[in-house]
């Protein structure tokens, strides 16, 4: 699905770590402002949390940041309940997650889109990676197959399908490629970066290697019409879908200029905050789903 009805908000945007988890609440438990909004989060230092937390007191709700060390966490806890909505993922990772563990989180709101880069402590132009060697990609699903289509678009290697949602490195072809992929963890492939040429780094754990989002010496397109699946959502259970409390929060973190400004400032300009209508949303995830599902035989 195209972009052409999203508004693009603002300019430039990101995200980064941590860990946690306290008491737990139940499955819509912020049915009134007083009670404690839960929301799982990865970069719980980024200044965009705290300006939420300040603006989502002054519209009378109480809300708690909830930080974790790794994406696989986040959804689990939002579908027991422990957590009331998560924003760390897009649809892509959401689709992957729900047809694994036959669940049906939903989004409620869009954040931001991200470009995913490149990085390299060797050299500072793609061009300069030799052929035979090495690059790390993330091993999760959807992140691996957005990192090999941007090693494509850098020339670096030729997937056999020509690239979709769904390459992974069996789908590279080695024959034709100038260079060999290996699959590390997320939070890995930044510690990765003295063993091979270079490595896709998410933007969560860019500047905590000490590197900058300039630092990219490749990265995808986030304006690119085709890139619905990967615009950053709320997520929560279906049940909770319409709750008044947690489209408030959407609507907050979505046109408070504290919020967008902080976004502006973890992400280094790299990335477009942007509200994309629900129903664009849920569109996607279906079609991301159904084709996922298939993918996956």
Known sequence: MALR????IAALAAVPLVLGLASCA???AADEASDVVKI?????????WAAFEKAADKAGIDIEIVDFSDYAQPNPATTEGEL????FQHIVYLADYNVSA???LTPIGSTAIYPLGLYSTKYDDVADIQEGETVAVPNDASNQ???LLVLQSAGLIELKSGGTIFSDLADVDEAKSKVKVTALEASLTPTSLPDVAAAIINNDFVEDAGLTFSDAI???DPTDPNALPYVNIFATRADDANNETYLKLVEIFQTDPDVQAGLVEASGGTGVPIITPVADLKDSLTKVEADTKAAKG
């Open 84 to 87: 009331d909505l998560n924003q």
């Open 145 to 147: 197959a957005r990192g």
């Open 5 to 8: 009805r999203t508004k693009l």
């Open 102 to 104: 036959g669940e049906d």
């Open 218 to 220: 490749a990265k995808d």
């Open 26 to 28: 139940s499955a819509g």
């Open 40 to 48: 799982g989060v990865v970069g719980k230092a980024d200044p965009q």
